[in-house]
């Protein structure tokens, strides 16, 4: 990984065009290094700043002089590699070693391979690149098409419902839902304090007032006793999250929402194909949401769904989705809409992806059991549960470090190269949410303590464990 110094060092009176030959020059590193005068380091120069400049209306005759050059981050020579890597993300993946003087002595590029990103969508392996082609060519490439159709019919039905309506991401799905519901101004509506933050902008977007309450320490997901606490005479849904994969306890939630006359959605968007009591999630609610964002169980790209049982309610997030225009009468407009639709393209993806959904998910469950034989002997993580009659859908392989603070472990799985995500924070946590908390504590004992893991078809288990090994014996 410690490459050789290369040939790619550039005078900061040099003009672009000389810039631009040096980055040219070293193939695999596709940057420049900036000396000044006196030799030391004073910049760092990729492709990506060069798009920028010529897009601000720089020319390749300009001089380096008259651009100011953005921060870098550096090494200096004598520190650990570990320390160096450290440093790295999913931006920064080279960075200079100088010696005292600031004279670059070495960098260090991060290799692709070695680095082991959450997620990484599985593309590869069936008819996702034929179908993609074949959308492609058809010229159907925005919101119509043969795939579009196929995808929503092939999806719901997969879910055990009757409608699926594809949108444009995961997040807008959630709006389209509580729009069609009639859900808005001076309505409330309960959300889980432990979600992705896409859940409650929907609500607060809609224009409704969230309630947002606790979840259980056993299964992650919204506690039925706080939704029950906070239910008020303007509640008009609940929104139920079957969180990294695991189905919330939603019988109950359901006949709940039933004796309150509420509204049930069930944000699934990390829960394809997880089931309660054998019955798929998202066919329980009035409406079901999915994200098929590139890290999701299956992926468009970005893309997301509505699936419901209801033909009326279906229709409606058709007319919504599509401008709000009326079906029979093009360019007539019944209400405000908007343009939440998916394209075929995304749609042709998606129809590839539902082929092989089910050796996906059994595949993704076996990796967490991989995690769980590696990890088991540490006492160091307690994983998401599995539940009786809950079948969960492993989406990120999760778990809580139970010690006192998960940052030094984080970093040196990051110095190996392995990418290890903390939980979303709390909603209730983050002073744009907070005024509307009813209550909190578990969210923040699980988010505090919560990691997730690389959970792609790329992951060698072996080489976490091995990362884990030497973190338990230092
Ligand atoms: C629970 C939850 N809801 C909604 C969304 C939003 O989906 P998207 O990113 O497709 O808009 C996400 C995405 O990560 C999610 O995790």
């Avoid at 810039?19 to 910049?43: E, Y």
């Avoid at 066919?283 to 999915?290: H, L, Q």
Wanted: contains cysteine; hydrophobic residues 40%.
């Amino acid at each position: 990984m410690v490459t050789k110094l290369a040939s790619s060092t550039v005078s900061n009176s040099a003009s672009l065009r000389k810039v631009l030959a040096a980055i040219n020059a070293t193939p695999p590193a596709g940057i420049a290094f900036v000396l000044d005068a006196q030799n030391k380091l004073c910049g760092v120069v990729t492709d990506g700043d060069f798009r920028r400049w010529l897009l601000e209306g720089c020319n390749l005759d300009d001089s380096l002089k008259d651009i100011s050059l953005n921060q870098f981050v550096h090494a200096t020579a004598g520190e650990s590699l570990e320390e160096i890597i450290s440093r790295t993300n999913d931006k920064i993946r080279i960075i200079p070693i100088v010696n005292d003087q600031f004279e670059l002595v070495d960098y260090i590029q991060i290799d692709k391979r070695m680095h082991l990103p959450v997620a990484v969508p599985d593309l590869n392996q069936g008819n996702e690149l034929k179908y993609l082609t074949d959308a492609f060519l058809s010229s159907w490439i925005s919101s119509q098409g043969a795939y579009i159709n196929r995808f929503e019919e092939e999806f719901a039905a997969y879910c055990g419902v009757r409608e699926g309506v594809a949108t444009a991401n995961g997040t807008v799905a959630i709006h389209l839902a509580l729009t069609a519901l009639g859900v808005g101004k001076g309505d409330e509506v309960i959300v889980p304090d432990l979600t992705f933050a896409a859940t409650i902008n929907a609500v607060l977007h809609a224009g409704a007032t969230p309630v947002i309450v606790d979840v259980n320490l056993d299964d992650w997901c919204i506690s039925v006793e706080e939704i029950k606490k906070a239910i008020t005479p303007k509640t008009k849904a609940v929104i139920a999250v079957h969180l990294y994969g695991q189905p919330c306890e939603i019988d109950a939630i359901k006949a709940l929402c039933e004796s309150h006359r509420l509204f049930l959605i069930e944000d699934a968007a990390e829960a394809h194909g997880a089931a309660y009591k054998g019955q798929k999630v998202g066919s329980f609610g009035d409406i079901a949401t999915f994200s098929f964002f590139a890290n999701k169980v299956i992926t468009t790209g970005e893309g997301g769904m509505c699936i419901t049982d209801s033909t009326e309610l279906a229709e409606r997030m058709r007319i919504l989705r599509d401008h709000g225009m009326n079906k029979q009468k093009r360019y007539w407009h019944e209400e405000v809409g908007f343009n939440y639709r998916m394209t075929n393209m995304q749609a042709a993806i998606g129809c590839a992806q539902l082929e092989r959904i089910e050796p996906i998910i059994t595949y993704r469950n076996e990796l967490e059991e991989a995690y769980k034989e590696q990890f088991e002997a540490t006492n160091l993580f307690t994983f998401q549960k599995k539940l009786p009659d809950r079948e969960k859908t492993v989406w990120l392989v999760s778990a809580l470090y139970e010690q006192e603070d998960k940052t030094a472990f984080m970093k040196l799985m990051r110095s190996n190269g392995i990418d290890v995500r903390p939980f979303f924070y709390p909603l209730s946590a983050m002073p744009i949410y907070t005024p509307y908390s009813f209550s909190n504590i578990n969210s923040h004992l699980l988010s505090a303590k919560g990691l997730s893991f690389p959970t792609h078809w790329s992951v060698e288990v072996g080489k976490v464990a091995k990362a884990l090994r030497q973190f338990t014996e230092s």
